[in-house]
T-cell receptor, first 112, second 113 residues
Framework: EAQVTQNPRYLITVTGKKLTVTCSQNMNHEYMSWYRQDPGLGLRQIYYSMNVEVTDKGDVPEGYKVSRKEKRNFPLILESPSPNQTSLYFC???????????FGPGTRLTVT | QKEVEQNSGPLSVPEGAIASLNCTYSDRGSQSFFWYRQYSGKSPELIMSIYSNGDKEDGRFTAQLNKASQYVSLLIRDSQPSDSATYLCAVRVYGGSARQLTFGSGTQLTVLP
């Protein structure tokens, strides 16, 4: 089954404790992206990757890091989480020709 | 400036009616346009993509694009209660390194039985 998976689905953590949210896709897509979704602000792009070892900032990259060492994986790293990073996070992937994105199930992160 | 605007709604239509959702964008370099549906608590799901001016139909859904006026719309014919969801418009801007998607904040649609 073609899918994008994210782990964990739910996470409660404390300020400053480093965390990683994993994202994996099995469709051999070149393009992968991370979004956060907040009430009233919609989906905002954090980082995206056009291919292995190629990443770039989206609209709200501050406080986040990403890496793309393998085509299928695109982890999101919060080195020192803060309460304003409490949000619903989505990973997505697509073919680079179309950008028709498939979304993962989401990760609800709470930083206290 | 990459900005995508949608009426937040809520938009209510009776079952069987046509629901019309609109989206405007500010960047004339926009190349690709997408409509996603998002049920409460779920992830966005692609409904339609449109790349050139005019209409594109898929079942009960029709996307309309007018690049001169910088708007894209989604029509849902014979609306069903199962269409009740938030509809997100997304725009891809191509230019330099700005090959990224920008989403509108969504329009909440309720189809009344």
């Amino acid at each position: 089954e073609a899918q994008v998976t994210q782990n964990p689905r739910y996470l409660i953590t404390v300020t400053g404790k480093k965390l990683t949210v994993t994202c994996s896709q099995n469709m051999n897509h070149e393009y992968m992206s991370w979004y956060r979704q907040d009430p009233g602000l919609g989906l905002r792009q954090i980082y995206y990757s056009m291919n292995v070892e190629v990443t770039d900032k989206g609209d709200v990259p501050e406080g986040y890091k990403v890496s793309r060492k393998e085509k299928r994986n695109f982890p999101l790293i919060l080195e020192s989480p803060s309460p304003n990073q409490t949000s619903l996070y989505f990973c997505a992937s697509s073919w680079r020709q179309t950008y028709e994105q498939y979304f993962g199930p989401g990760t609800r992160l709470t930083v206290t | 400036q990459k900005e995508v605007e949608q009426n937040s709604g809520p938009l209510s239509v009776p079952e069987g009616a046509i629901a019309s959702l609109n989206c405007t964008y500010s960047d004339r370099g926009s190349q690709s346009f997408f409509w996603y549906r998002q049920y409460s608590g779920k992830s966005p799901e692609l409904i339609m993509s449109i790349y050139s001016n005019g209409d594109k139909e898929d079942g009960r859904f029709t996307a309309q694009l007018n690049k001169a006026s910088q708007y894209v719309s989604l029509l849902i014919r014979d609306s069903q209660p199962s269409d009740s969801a938030t509809y997100l418009c997304a725009v891809r801007v191509y230019g330099g390194s700005a090959r990224q998607l920008t989403f509108g904040s969504g329009t909440q649609l309720t189809v009344l039985p």
